[in-house]
């Protein structure tokens, strides 16, 4: 089986946890988060291929980015909202295909202790201005 880290480090890697100094809810942080709502350049698709993931984020309960090796942004809406989509878990899926697919059933989990938090549907792969990448969280460095 596939694994992809939800973060914006690199693909196959888990993701950090993210700090805070005050406790925040997750709607309060989807309706901060661009990501989740910036525009679209162009048509949606139903697929992407595997082999040219750079990274993924979640940026709110039904949105994750997906950054391309060759710099496109793709926000897929998943077909339902999904509390595991977020920045601090990773997700699985199993393709026959090599490809993320609409329909495709992500399972989310806590890549630390492998909890799960649950499983959605991929929806419609959509572009992104590439501009986006600046709302994207920073990578580490080191």
């Given at each position: 089986?596939?694994?992809?880290?939800?973060?914006?480090t690199?693909?196959?890697?888990?993701?950090?946890?993210?700090?805070?100094?005050?406790?925040?809810?997750?709607?309060?942080?989807?309706a901060?988060?661009?990501l989740?709502?910036?525009?679209?350049?162009?048509?949606a698709?139903?697929c992407?291929?595997?082999?040219?993931?750079?990274?993924?984020?979640?940026?709110?309960?039904?949105?994750i980015i997906?950054?391309?090796?060759?710099?496109?942004l793709?926000?897929n809406?998943?077909?339902?909202?999904?509390?595991?989509?977020?920045?601090?878990?990773?997700?699985?899926?199993?393709?026959?295909?090599?490809?993320?697919?609409?329909?495709?059933?992500?399972?989310?989990?806590?890549?630390a202790?492998?909890?799960?938090?649950?499983?959605?549907?991929l929806?419609?792969?959509?572009?992104?201005?590439?501009?986006?990448?600046d709302?994207?969280?920073?990578?580490?460095e080191?």
């Open positions: 089986m596939k694994y992809l880290a939800i973060a914006s690199a693909l196959l890697m888990t993701a950090c946890t993210a700090s805070s100094d005050s406790p925040q809810s997750a709607a309060d942080r989807e901060e988060n661009p989740a709502t910036v525009a679209a350049t162009g048509s698709r139903s992407l291929p595997v082999s040219q993931l750079r990274q993924t984020e979640g940026v709110s309960s039904r949105a997906f950054e391309m090796d060759n710099g496109d793709y926000r809406e998943l077909t339902a909202n999904c509390p595991g989509a977020r920045q601090d878990v990773a997700f699985s899926y199993s393709t026959p295909t090599q490809q993320l697919c609409r329909g495709t059933i992500l399972t989310f989990f806590d890549p202790v492998r909890a799960p938090y649950g499983s959605c549907a929806g419609e792969f959509v572009p992104i201005p590439e501009d986006a990448r709302m994207m969280k920073d990578e580490p080191g």
